[in-house]
Structure formats: C-alpha cells, structure tokens
C-alpha cells in the first residue's frame, strides 16, 4: 500500500514539474527585455519584399524594392525620427514614421535619380490590424529605444 501511494505522488511529481516548465518558460519570454535587434527583425519580416531597414552605427536605412530591385533608399538618424508620433494611415495603408524636427530623412530615389531632404517616410504595407500595431509597437520601441538608452520593454509587439 505505502509504495502504491508513493508511486502516485512521484506520478503526480512529475506531471506537475511538466507543466510548471511550460508555465515558468512563457513567463520567461514575456519578461525578455525586447532588444533594437528584436524591433529590428519583427519589422523586417512583416515588410519583407516592400522594404529592409538596416542600423548602420545608429542610422536607419531603409531599401524599398519593385519587382526584386531597391528602387528608393531612405536614411535617417534613428533619434531624429519621433518615436511618440508612429502611425498607421488607412487611405494610404502605409506606417507612417515622422520626423522630430523638419525634413530629417534623406532619400534617394534611382529611378529616375533622384536626391532631397523629407519629414516623413511611408512603408506601403496593406496588412491586418493585428500587423498594423506591432509594427507601430516595434517602430516605437526601435525609436525609443536610441532616443533614451535606459528605455527598455519587455512588451511584445503584437498584443
């Protein structure tokens, strides 16, 4: 009788211990601070084949494609932009990044060729609304993250 019961509550043990591991390791990844690398690679799959952007030594560069080919180049000091005003314009179905000051972007567009200064940049993506707030999350937390360096956030970017 005494090892029936034992083997129950090791039986129990274990299934128990299972289960915790599921819920402590969910816990864990909701509570990973969320890196500019993270922000990073979130946008760029959302935008896959529309756009890359790319952190060169604290710059945003983002390459817009047709048809397979970059066709405008977008650059932008990542604390220049306003990281409070990241928006998502339904006419347009575009994220909308501004800029803190006046016509801080720099754009060049190859064809035809193209060069002048911008205070917004447009990421045509028609998506769902889901999309649409984590990458407004992401370009916030990306944005914030260069313009304050204690900001962290440990908030996923699709809610």
Do not use: W
Request: net charge positive; hydrophobic share 40%; with cysteine.
């Amino acid at each position: 009788m005494y090892t029936e019961i034992m083997k129950k509550s090791y039986h129990f043990l274990l299934v128990a211990l299972f289960f915790s591991s599921f819920t402590l390791s969910g816990i864990a990844q909701t509570t990973k601070n969320l890196t500019v690398d993270d922000a990073i690679s979130y946008i760029n799959e959302k935008i896959a084949g529309i756009a890359k952007i790319k952190n060169v030594r604290g710059e945003m560069y983002i390459d817009f494609y047709e048809k397979g080919k970059v066709i405008r180049n977008d650059r932008v000091p990542f604390e220049d932009l306003n990281g409070d005003n990241v928006d998502y314009a339904p006419d347009e179905k575009a994220i909308l990044l501004k800029c803190a000051a006046k016509d801080c972007i720099e754009r060049v567009i190859f064809v035809p060729k193209t060069r002048g200064q911008f205070s917004r940049i447009s990421i045509p993506i028609d998506c769902d609304k889901k999309t649409q707030m984590g990458l407004i999350h992401a370009f916030e937390h990306l944005l914030l993250s260069f313009k304050d360096p204690k900001y962290k956030s440990n908030k996923p970017f699709e809610r």
